[in-house]
């Protein structure tokens, strides 16, 4: 029978596996399928969808080139993203049964993947996108909601992952 801390060492790997695989699938969806979610970004930046009486549409963007920028950001974050999720799923797998400290020190590439993770969801979605350019004013192009659901689960990830480890 395994130990309660070596479950926990497993649902730590599995939980960065599930952010890995979710990455490792938003990077293929965004690269192959390139239009589709290109296009929440250009409606965003350009704030054409929001409230049409606001006094914020100062701070629409109406480049092709940003847009298209931006967007290939996004793509090369969460591509750093999901190396770092890939590797540090691998890395705490092959420490799944290392002593505490090897098992712990095992989780910096998994956190370095949620950190950018966040810095996408949180900082890119919902500050950026969200507040600067007032998507949460467009019934259209909102994508607040998939990014708070993201965010909660990289929070409880981290949060999990910060947890020190008991010798098994």
């Not at 799944?96 to 969801?121: D, E, T, Y």
Request: net charge neutral.
């Amino acid at each position: 029978m395994y130990s309660v801390q070596f479950l926990f060492r497993v649902a730590k790997t599995i939980s960065v596996a599930a952010i890995a695989l979710m990455s490792v699938l938003i990077v293929i969806g965004n690269t192959t399928d390139y239009f589709t979610n290109y296009q929440i970004v250009e409606h965003v930046l350009k704030m054409d969808t929001i409230f049409p009486g606001g006094t914020i549409h100062y701070r629409s963007i109406h480049s092709v080139f940003i847009f298209h920028a931006s967007y290939i950001l996004i793509i090369t974050l969460e591509a750093a993203m999901a190396f770092c999720c890939v590797k540090g799923t691998w890395v705490l797998y092959k420490n799944l049964r290392a002593r505490a400290a090897s098992f712990h020190a095992a989780k910096n590439w998994a956190v370095a993947g949620l950190i950018i993770a966040i810095g996408i969801w949180f900082l890119g979605f919902e500050v950026i996108g969200g507040e600067w350019f007032a998507m949460w004013q467009s019934h259209t192009w909102n994508g607040l909601a998939s990014a708070e659901r993201i965010v909660s689960f990289l929070m409880l990830v981290l949060i999990l992952l910060h947890f020190k480890e008991d010798e098994l």
